[in-house]
C-alpha cells in the first residue's frame, strides 16, 4: 500500500510541477549531510528549485496549498555528488572503433551519461578530464533546463596531459583524424605546455579559463610510463613547482579551484606544497607508502583527497594476479598494498575525502573485452561505481555517516558550491534522494533509491537516459553498426 501511494504522489508531483511550485516532503527520517543526529519525522518545504525550511514535523509545518510528498518510514538525504566523472569516458577513447563511430556524436553520449549518473541519485557530478567545449555545451543546455541530467561541471582537458592520440598510435588513425581529437581534447594545454616558462604557462592558462571551465586540473605526473596500466600510476613529474605555481595563481585570481592528478609520493607532496585545493587519487603513492610528513600536510593545508579505492575482493584479487601471474610483478603488487594502506591511515587521521569514482558509460564491446576478474566490483561504471565506493571506504573505517559526507557536502566545499548545494538546508538547491532503509545502519541500504529530486522537481528515473546509445538494447549486441 505504501508503494502504491508513494507512485500516486510522485505521478501527482510530475503532473502538476508547472502548477505547484511549493512542495513539501513529510514523514521520512532526514540525514541532512552535515553529521548531527537525524531528524526523526521530517518535514523539506521547497519552494520552485529551493528549500525553504527543514525540520521535525513539530516546528516545521507544511503550507496551505503545497504538494505533499509522503514518505513515511523511509530515509531522506542530499543529492549526490561525484567529485570525478569521465562523462566520455577515457577508457572509450583508447579504442579506435569508439572514436570513428561516434566522432560526430560526442554531445548525445555525454547527455547519456549525465542521465544515466541522475537515474542512480547523483545530481551533481564533476567532469574532469574529456572534450571541453562539448562537455559545456551540453553543462549549459542541462542548466537552462533544456536537457534533464546531473548538473554538471567540467575541467576539460587535464592539462599538460595528451589528448587522445600519442606518437605511440601514429598508426591507428589517420593524421587529420588524430588531429582532429587531439585539439578537442588538448584545447592547447597538452604537453607542449611543459616546455614552457612558467610566465608563458600563466598566460596559456588565462586563455583557458576564458573558455568557461569550472576548474582546472593539471598533470603533476605524466600519463607515460605507467608502473602498470591498470593502476595508471606513473613517477615521472611534468610541471616544475614554478609552472604548477603560475597556474594556481591565475586560477585563484579567476575564482576557481585548482586539482592535480598524481601518482607518486614525490608528486602529491609537491601538489600540496604548491598550494593546490584537491588532489585526485590521493592514496595512490606507488610502492612507497605516505610518510607522515605528507598525511599531516592534509590536514595542515585543509586540501581535500578523491579517492578512487577498490572494495576488500577486489583488492584480494588484484594482489593475487600480480602475485601469481609470469611474470610475477612484486612492484605491482607492493603499490596495491601501499594503497590501501594509505586509505586506512588517511580515514583515521580525518583526511577530509571525496567519493570520486572516474567513472563513465562504457562501450559493451570495450567492457565485454575486460576479463571477469577486471569487471568484479569495478567502479568504472556510472550507475554502479558510486555504490562500491561507499562499501569499500565502509570496510576500511568510515563511518557511514562520514560516507555521505564524503559524496555530498565533502565534495560541495571542495569545490566551493556549499552556499549551494551539499547539504539539506534552507536557500540550498533542492537536490534530494529518498531511500527506503536506514544507510545509517547498512551503507548498502543506499541502493534501495525510491525516489530522486534534483532542483524540487521530482526525476522519472525509469525513463532515463531519454536516449540510449551506449546503453541500447542494439548497442549490447557485438556486431552490430550503431553509426547515425
Not at 514523514?27 to 537525524?38: E, L, M, R, S, V
Not at 520552485?48 to 523511509?74: F, L, W
Not at 570513428?100 to 547519456?112: K, S
Not at 598566460?203 to 595508471?232: C, H, M, Q, W
Amino acid at each position: 500500500m505504501k508503494k502504491v501511494l508513494l507512485a500516486m504522489t510522485i505521478a501527482l508531483c510530475l503532473t502538476g510541477a508547472t502548477k505547484a511550485q511549493t512542495v513539501a516532503v513529510t514523514g521520512a527520517t532526514i540525514i541532512d549531510g552535515n553529521g548531527g543526529t537525524p531528524i526523526r519525522d521530517g518535514v523539506i518545504v521547497i519552494n520552485d528549485k529551493r528549500i525553504t525550511a527543514v525540520g521535525p514535523r513539530s516546528s516545521v509545518s507544511v503550507p496551505a496549498g503545497a504538494q505533499e510528498i509522503r514518505v513515511n518510514g523511509k530515509y531522506v538525504l542530499p543529492g549526490l555528488m561525484d567529485a570525478n566523472v569521465h562523462l566520455i569516458h577515457w577508457m572509450n577513447w583508447d579504442h579506435i572503433e569508439f572514436l570513428a563511430r561516434y566522432e560526430n556524436q560526442l554531445e548525445p553520449l555525454i547527455e547519456e551519461a549525465a542521465q544515466t549518473s541522475l537515474k542512480y541519485g547523483v545530481t551533481t557530478v564533476f567532469d574532469s578530464m574529456g572534450p571541453l567545449r562539448p562537455l559545456m555545451r551540453v553543462r549549459d543546455r542541462i542548466n537552462k533546463g533544456e536537457v534533464i541530467g546531473s548538473r554538471m561541471y567540467v575541467a576539460g582537458n587535464i592539462v599538460g596531459f595528451r589528448a587522445v592520440f600519442d606518437i605511440d598510435s601514429i598508426r591507428s588513425a589517420s593524421i587529420p583524424f588524430q588531429e582532429r581529437y587531439n585539439k578537442m581534447f588538448e584545447e592547447n594545454m597538452g604537453p607542449d605546455l611543459a616546455w614552457m616558462t612558467p610566465e608563458q604557462v600563466k598566460e596559456e592558462t588565462r586563455k583557458y579559463i576564458a573558455l568557461g571551465i569550472d576548474f582546472l586540473k593539471y598533470g603533476v605526473t605524466g600519463d607515460g610510463f605507467p608502473i602498470n596500466s591498470e593502476i595508471g600510476q606513473s613517477a615521472v613529474l611534468r610541471f616544475s613547482p614554478e609552472q604548477q605555481r603560475a597556474m594556481i595563481e591565475e586560477c585563484h585570481k579567476a575564482g576557481i579551484i585548482v586539482q592535480t592528478h598524481q601518482s607518486s609520493i614525490e608528486s602529491l607532496r609537491e601538489a600540496l606544497e604548491t598550494g593546490v585545493d584537491m588532489v585526485q587519487h590521493g592514496s595512490h603513492t606507488g610502492p612507497t607508502p605516505m610518510p607522515e610528513s605528507t598525511l599531516q600536510m592534509f590536514l595542515s593545508k585543509k586540501v581535500y583527497s578523491g579517492i578512487q579505492t577498490n572494495t576488500q575482493r577486489k583488492t584480494k584479487l588484484q594482489l593475487e594476479h600480480a602475485q601469481h601471474e609470469f611474470p610475477p610483478d612484486p612492484l605491482r603488487a607492493q603499490s596495491i598494498r601501499v594503497q590501501h594502506e594509505n586509505e586506512v591511515r588517511m580515514i583515521k587521521a580525518g583526511v577530509p575525502m571525496l567519493l570520486a569514482t572516474d567513472a563513465g558509460v562504457n562501450d559493451p564491446d570495450i567492457y565485454a573485452s575486460r576479463s571477469d576478474y577486471q569487471k568484479l566490483d569495478w567502479m568504472l561504471v556510472l550507475g554502479e561505481g558510486h555504490y562500491l565506493w561507499m562499501r569499500a571506504m565502509v570496510e576500511q573505517g568510515m563511518t557511514p555517516m562520514t560516507v555521505i559526507q564524503s559524496a555530498t557536502k565533502n565534495i560541495a566545499a571542495a569545490y566551493h558550491k556549499l552556499d549551494q548545494m551539499g547539504t539539506l538546508e534552507p536557500g540550498k538547491f533542492a537536490d534530494l534522494i529518498v531511500v527506503d532503509a536506514d544507510p545509517l545502519q547498512d551503507i548498502e541500504n543506499m541502493r534501495k533509491l525510491s525516489l530522486v529530486m534534483k532542483e524540487g522537481k521530482v526525476i522519472d528515473t525509469k525513463a532515463l537516459p531519454l536516449n540510449p546509445i551506449l546503453t541500447s538494447e542494439a548497442a549490447k549486441n557485438p556486431g552490430l553498426v550503431r553509426m547515425k
